[in-house]
């Protein structure tokens, strides 16, 4: 069988950056108010935001729009290269005002959410599959007495929680003021006394949804993220992509694809933004404003003149990295649970790719072709193998794991496309959210800081509320 293997992330150019190598400006080539560098949710939400007061340019590196929020499409069914799902209907108190970001723009984008239907969640541990682990109805829920003792503990934090402070938030800083303390402990200080195997759990959890383990993450992050796992969930098909796919159809004539900013840089008032377009030609434009939505560990690389705690704050930004596998099969192989966490494979998660379609109804052995979104997370030490391991290498892990769970499944995989993550996904590391990336999202003369890592939290929230931050501090300083 030959699979596809790896799929996407260019990075030449950054890298070359990263090992020494400077650019110079070139005579300017055109001129706009903004420059908004990265074509992500967080980019594009700028752009629609600040289209009809400002002419804008967003330059993206990859050929296609997204970011981590990209779909594909594969005998008629959507499946995510890497966000899955998020839970839209929330609001938030902010300066004074009650609002919901997200409802709002998914309104006003015409976004086909849909509530993903339940079992939403399982996990097969130690060979047992447990549905929908955050509810109480489920007498199956682990095995022991002792071992439901730590789900129970979990949820019953997290409603005390709500309860008594109120609900955490993106923005953080509309979150109670308790958040402040749970940003400096980590998550697994919070549930050190709730058992092995919670805490099994609890690990798997957090590598899937952050890239880490639940003592790297800070306990502001996990708890943010495990309360949404008490809400409802809404997606559509092929994950969140479907946000980046709307904003950008706002956006036509604005984006330049294949083009990777190099070179920041502002004087009186004025900002220039060289990079080298898909011909490999370096280009300057001249801004009013520039929007920084990419990854900002490359900031004090790209960005001149940078105060020098700005710039160290940048250093502090750390990331994940991850490989997506998404695994085409001609018949069904699993059908429990819309996400399926494992305990001891290189994925740590499984999502069907079209459950929001079907509700789960498509079964095993029916004969229909199916999509199956694993994630392999890699962490900041495991950075290197993402860009040194073969297609190969992974694709072996990967169908061993298969194999393990779902016994003869590896003969029904018909291709297995394979994508790189290298610096996409925010470490929410304990005191990071209160301290650097308080400093690190301050703008800096025109040039302002978007992307989720400026949030601290790797999720569309995030995305979306930094992008809306960022075209706010634009409108009020250019009016
Ligand atoms: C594997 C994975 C699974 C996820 N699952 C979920 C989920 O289920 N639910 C959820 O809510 N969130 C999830 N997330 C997080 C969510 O996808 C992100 O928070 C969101 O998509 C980030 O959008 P962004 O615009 O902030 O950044 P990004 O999507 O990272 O966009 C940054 C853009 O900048 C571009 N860029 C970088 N450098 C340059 C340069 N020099 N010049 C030009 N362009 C540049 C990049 O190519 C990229 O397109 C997941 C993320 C990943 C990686």
Redesign the pocket.
């Known amino acids: 069988m030959r699979y596809t293997g790896f799929e996407g992330?260019?990075n030449q150019?950054?890298h070359s950056i990263r090992d020494g190598k400077r650019y110079q400006r070139k005579t300017v080539k055109d001129n706009v108010d903004v420059v908004i560098?990265?074509?992500?949710?967080?980019?594009?939400?700028s752009a629609y935001k600040l289209k009809d007061k400002f002419s804008v340019k967003v330059?993206?590196?990859?050929n296609r729009?997204?970011?981590?929020?990209k779909r594909g499409n594969w005998k008629g069914s959507y499946y995510?290269?890497?966000?899955?799902?998020?839970g839209p209907d929330y609001e938030i108190k902010y300066e004074g005002r009650t609002i919901n970001f997200l409802k709002q723009l998914f309104q006003e984008l015409n976004v086909p959410w849909q509530k993903v239907s339940d079992p939403s969640d399982a996990f097969h541990f130690r060979n047992h599959l447990v549905l929908d682990p955050f509810c109480r109805c489920h007498p199956d829920l682990p095995t022991s007495r002792e071992e439901r003792k730590g789900f129970e503990d979990a949820i019953s934090y997290l409603e005390e929680f709500k309860e008594r402070y109120g609900k955490l938030t993106i923005p953080p800083e509309a979150s109670p003021p308790e958040w402040e303390q749970l940003d400096k402990k980590s998550l697994r200080e919070l549930f050190a006394n709730s058992g092995e195997y919670f805490l099994l759990f609890l690990d798997r959890y957090s590598q899937s949804?952050f890239g880490a383990t639940s003592n790297e993450i800070s306990a502001f992050e996990g708890l943010y993220y495990l309360s949404r796992e008490l809400d409802e969930r809404y997606t559509c098909p092929g994950?969140?992509a479907c946000v980046?796919e709307a904003l950008s159809n706002h956006l036509e004539g604005k984006i330049e694809l294949n083009?990777?900013?190099?070179l920041v840089e502002q004087e009186n008032d004025t900002c220039y933004v060289t990079?080298v377009d898909a011909q490999g030609s370096e280009v300057t434009l001249e801004s009013r404003s520039v929007i920084m939505?990419?990854?900002k560990h490359?900031a004090p690389y790209?960005v001149k003149g940078l105060p020098e705690d700005q710039k160290r704050a940048f250093r502090k930004v750390r990331y994940d990295s991850?490989i997506?596998a998404n695994v085409f099969t001609n018949d069904v192989i699993y059908d429990a649970a819309f996400a399926t966490y494992f305990d001891d494979t290189i994925f740590t998660d499984m999502i069907i790719a079209d459950w929001i379609v079907t509700s789960g109804n498509k079964k095993v052995g029916s004969g229909e072709p199916e999509v199956y979104t694993l994630?392999c997370p890699m962490g900041e030490r495991g950075r290197y193998k993402v860009l040194t391991e073969t297609a190969e290498t992974w694709i072996s892990q990967i169908t061993n794991g298969i194999n393990r769970y779902f016994p003869r499944a590896e003969k029904k995989i018909v291709d297995i496309r394979l994508f790189r993550?290298g610096h996409?996904?925010?470490l929410g590391y304990p005191g990071f959210i209160t301290g650097p990336r308080t400093i690190a999202k301050r703008p800096f003369g025109n040039i302002f800081f978007?992307?989720?890592?400026m949030q601290g939290?790797?999720?569309?929230?995030?995305?979306v509320w930094?992008?809306l931050d960022a075209a706010n501090g634009i409108l009020q300083k250019m009016g």
């Not at 330059?59 to 990859?62: L, S």
């Not at 995510?80 to 998020?86: M, V």
């Not at 978007?450 to 890592?453: F, H, L, N, P, T």
């Open positions: 992330e260019n150019i950054c560098i990265g074509a992500g949710i967080s980019g594009l939400t330059i993206e590196k990859e729009i997204g970011g981590a929020s995510s290269y890497g966000t899955a799902d998020t949804t994950g969140n980046s083009s990777t900013a190099v990079y939505a990419c990854p490359y790209i991850y997506v994630y993550y996409h996904y925010v978007a992307k989720d890592d939290v790797p999720c569309l929230e995030s995305a930094s992008g």
